[in-house]
């Protein structure tokens, strides 16, 4: 069964350093991967995935991710933090066997710091 | 939030009490999909469902019950067989065939 691992439980970064939210993850065979963000009393909102081709994502926000095979990790990643990019962070993975079940790590809490 | 819609906002229940929680998209979504929050642990997947009239258990469906009569529509009830049904409760769908799920926003339920 896919799983993911988000290590960290908060990551604290000063407005406009960069911002790093660590995922690894454990599937059969080759994933797919996604980033979701979470408000206060909100439902989740897609940031970025990964499917197949350049290992470097770009996705919504300035936010980036990385898949690294060889280390099972796809690290979020932005150059220059805001204060509004304080929220929750979810990592997801799924399987290529069509069932289209995501599982999500644990959650990350983003604290940027005016 | 896109085009699913989660009603109530929030729900109290007194315990032993079922309780129904709706879940409605216009996206002409094939699957759509129950998932639990709660704090540090994620989010927990109750039951889903690819077609209509057919859903499978997730990794926590005890003590929930769902049905899918309607594309559009995938109600959960949580009854008074769940232990623990204080949560945040997200609704989910996607097009068979894309990546990406779309979620609702959310009802928080109470056990008073």
């Known amino acids: 069964a896919q799983s993911v691992a988000q290590p960290e439980d908060q990551v604290n970064v000063a407005e406009g350093n960069p911002l790093t939210v660590k995922c690894t993850y454990s599937?059969?065979?080759?994933?797919?991967l996604f980033w979701y963000v979470q408000y206060p009393n909100r439902g989740l909102q897609f940031l970025l995935k990964?499917?197949?081709?350049?290992?470097l994502v770009k996705g919504s926000y300035g936010f980036e991710a990385e898949f690294n095979k060889s280390q099972t990790s796809f690290h979020l990643k932005k150059p220059s933090a805001l204060v509004s990019d304080s929220a929750l962070y979810f990592c997801?993975?799924?399987?290529?066997?069509?069932?289209?079940?995501?599982?999500f790590g644990k959650g990350n809490q983003v604290v940027v710091i005016p | 939030d896109g085009g699913i819609t989660q009603s109530p906002k929030y729900l109290f229940r007194k315990e032993g009490q079922n309780v129904t929680l709706s879940c409605e998209q216009n996206?002409?979504?094939?699957?759509m999909y129950w998932y639990r929050q709660d704090p540090g642990q994620g989010l927990r997947l109750i039951y889903y469902?690819?077609?209509?009239?057919?859903?499978q258990k997730g990794d926590i469906a005890e003590g929930y019950s769902v049905s899918r009569e309607k594309k559009e529509s995938f109600p959960l009830t949580v009854t008074s067989a769940q232990k623990n049904p204080t949560a945040f409760y997200l609704c989910?769908?996607?097009?068979?065939?894309?990546?990406?799920?779309?979620f609702g926003p959310g009802t928080r339920l109470t056990v008073l």
């Open positions: 990964y499917i197949t081709g350049d290992n």
């Open positions: 997801a993975v799924r399987d290529r066997d069509g069932n289209n079940r995501l599982a």
């Open positions: 996206l002409n979504h094939d699957a």
């Open positions: 599937v059969s065979g080759n994933p797919y």
């Open positions: 989910a769908s996607t097009r068979l065939g894309s990546n990406e799920q779309f």
């Open positions: 469902s690819q077609i209509v009239n057919d859903f």
